[in-house]
């Protein structure tokens, strides 16, 4: 079985200062890892997603996170925080399925961005 | 273009109704998902269908019945709402196959409130 646990259910941050999002994954398979955002009444959009290959993955609007196999964990980065962050953000894990991938997601973690 | 649409955006209704929620792709997938993320923001899966055929159906009361028909579409019936049913519904598309893997797009979600 999968699973994932986000760190934190909300984060606050000051505009400019660095944004971390914890993630941390249980897969008895290997893994695919992604970071979905969820601007308020909106749906998910895809930030950025790791399956193989390197494990320092960037994503859309600086976004970045590091798939670290030896701690289990994905963590999000941005290195400055801008007021149009501030939404929902949910990790979710998935292993290779074949005909269908059933995502597994966290329980998400809100960001707030202080001016 | 809407690449995932769902139709209707809110949905209010009494307790006991009966009530559709309709989803479409326009991205040429043939396998689609139902999540619902309930008032804690949790988003699960209950759902997914590829080629029209179920694949996952993750313990949800038979008062849910997807449907199918075609690769398309992918509408959610729901006979006798109860409040728990009062969420946001998400619907999702993927291509299907193996040997690589298949990315997620969501629809903007339907919000559901049971009175």
């Known amino acids: 079985a999968q699973s994932v646990t986000q760190l934190g259910s909300h984060v606050s941050v000051s505009e400019g200062a660095l944004v971390l999002l914890r993630c941390n994954y249980s897969s008895s398979v290997p893994p695919y890892l992604f970071w979905y955002v969820q601007y308020p009444n909106q749906g998910l959009q895809l930030l950025l997603k790791y399956t193989t290959g390197a494990t320092l993955v960037k994503g859309i609007n600086g976004f970045e996170a590091e798939f670290k196999k030896s701690e289990t964990s994905f963590h999000l980065t941005k290195p400055s925080a801008h007021m149009s962050d501030a939404a929902e953000y949910f990790c979710a894990v998935t292993s290779y399925g074949g005909a269908t991938n059933k995502l597994i997601f966290g329980t998400g973690t809100l960001l707030a961005v202080q001016p | 273009d809407t690449a995932v649409s769902q139709t209707p955006k809110y949905l209010v209704t009494q307790m006991g109704n009966d009530k559709s929620i309709k989803c479409e792709q326009n991205?040429?997938?043939?396998?689609m998902y139902w999540y619902k993320q309930d008032s804690k923001k949790f988003l699960k899966i209950m759902f997914s269908?590829?080629?029209?055929?179920?694949?996952i159906n993750e313990t949800v009361p038979n008062r849910f019945s997807p449907k199918s028909p075609d690769k398309a579409h992918l509408n959610l019936h729901i006979n006798s709402l109860e409040l728990g049913d009062s969420a946001v519904y998400f619907c999702?598309?993927?291509?299907?196959?193996?040997?690589?893997?298949?990315?997620?797009?969501f629809g903007p979600g339907t919000r559901l409130t049971v009175l």
């Open positions: 999702a598309s993927s291509r299907s196959g193996t040997g690589f893997f298949n990315e997620q797009f």
């Open positions: 991205l040429g997938h043939d396998t």
């Open positions: 269908y590829n080629n029209k055929e179920l694949i």
